[in-house]
């Protein structure tokens, strides 16, 4: 892939580069992480589903926040992007000011909200109702938001008052507000299609003085999908992401989860991007093949 633009940041699945005039060019990659680690292999059409998953939702919410979205057209991007393995997998974006915070929301308790509430009694620090199992439904969804992590670290779990100290009151208020809007939103579309979304996580910036929806928007990367017939209390259930990549690393022995990882089979491969592709469609309703570049 050629992209002849000042790129400005790479992580561990996309790529944002420099547009010009206020405007970013994000690219989603095939790669795929587990524990931290990238591995070798890629997962075919892993990131035409984030881009298309992220453009449904951007529609969807267009009610609830702007966004950033420009177009998803390469015959709209600028000189320098018009190499055809960007079909599909980009988004031509706005340029936001963006918060410190992560965004989270959790109508579900599960992963690291499970942990510290086991141990705790608490999620976020903030005391919750005794007796709640694993993977139980909270009362109501909650705004648990996180500190941005520097490279190399891990996001820090904070509770709402230190997100207001980093924020202020009226922004985290606001974040709060639209955070919890588009997680309902988007968990009352996807139950109607037999997916529970356990939890998510939002990126806002400012765009012309508003609060906007930037980066992925509830992708199997950023939130937990949960085939609904297959959701038990007291059990981890099944979702809609690199699940089958994560139970194939975590059963090898001597492997310490460190680079280099492991080769990853073929059929491993296949399995995890089958689940992105059905996470995708049964939340649109359409294939896959209908977006543009799917090979």
């Not at 820090?156 to 309902?184: P, Q």
Request: aromatic share 8%.
């Amino acid at each position: 892939m050629t992209i002849d633009l000042p790129l400005l940041h790479t992580g561990k699945v996309r790529g944002i580069y420099d547009a010009g005039d206020d405007q970013l060019l994000m690219v989603a990659s095939d790669r795929i992480s587990a524990f931290d680690v990238v591995m070798d292999e890629a997962i075919p059409d892993k990131g035409r589903v984030l881009t298309a998953i992220s453009v449904h939702w951007f529609d969807l919410l267009a009610d609830v926040a702007p966004n950033h979205l420009i177009s998803t057209d390469v015959a709209d991007f600028p000189d320098g992007a018009s190499d055809e393995d960007l079909v599909g997998r980009s988004m031509l974006t706005r340029k936001a000011e963006m918060l410190p915070i992560e965004c989270i929301v959790r109508g579900y308790i599960t992963g690291s909200a499970w942990r510290e509430y086991a141990a705790e009694g608490t999620m976020h620090g903030t005391p919750m109702p005794a007796g709640l199992r694993e993977s139980d439904k909270l009362p109501e969804p909650v705004f648990t938001p996180s500190t941005k992590a520097e490279l190399g670290d891990h996001d820090e779990n904070i509770d709402f008052d230190r997100a207001v100290e980093l924020v202020g009151r009226d922004v985290a208020e606001s974040a709060r507000e639209i955070s919890l809007a588009a997680y309902e939103t988007g968990a009352d579309w996807a139950r109607e299609r037999g997916i529970i979304i356990a939890d998510t996580k939002f990126e806002l910036g400012w765009i012309d003085g508003e609060l906007a929806i930037c980066d992925e928007v509830l992708t199997p990367d950023s939130s937990r999908f949960w085939p609904a017939a297959d959701w038990q209390p007291g059990t981890t259930p099944p979702s809609f992401d690199k699940q089958p990549l994560r139970d194939w690393l975590a059963a090898i022995d001597g492997w310490d989860k460190t680079p280099p990882p492991p080769t990853l089979p073929d059929d491993i491969v296949a399995a995890t991007a089958a689940r992105y592709r059905e996470g995708y469609e049964r939340i649109t309703g359409k294939t896959l093949d209908q977006w543009p570049g799917a090979t």
